[in-house]
């Protein structure tokens, strides 16, 4: 199976991403070794993911997150229910129960 290329916009986010990661590990005062062993990776991952590069999965980038202490703040941006629309459109969408 053929993989579709990243689009530019996904690869800068990323970027930014990483940035973002780094200078939070800089401002605690961390090195990557020690962000990198709180996380349970190795320290070439973590420069990858802080290089911003895609092929980092899911869990790492959320188990850096949560060394830098930033996960409940990376949970709280893709929450739906925390933006006016998001409220708007589930009360409009989800059902009001589910049954069993």
């Known amino acids: 199976m053929a993989t579709r290329p990243t689009p530019a916009r996904v690869r800068r986010a990323a970027s930014e991403i990483g940035e973002q990661l780094a200078s939070w590990r800089k401002l605690q005062g961390l090195t990557a ?5 709180r996380s349970g990776i190795t320290r070439q991952t ?3 993911l802080e290089r911003g590069e895609g092929t980092v999965r899911l869990d790492v980038f959320l188990g850096v997150a949560n060394a830098l202490g930033q996960l409940d703040q990376v949970v709280l941006a893709v929450d739906p229910y925390e933006t006016a629309v998001g409220r708007a459109r589930a009360d409009e969408v989800l059902p009001k129960r589910v049954r069993r």
Do not use: G, H
């Open 33 to 37: 070794q020690q962000v990198a062993e």
């Open 46 to 48: 973590l420069s990858r």
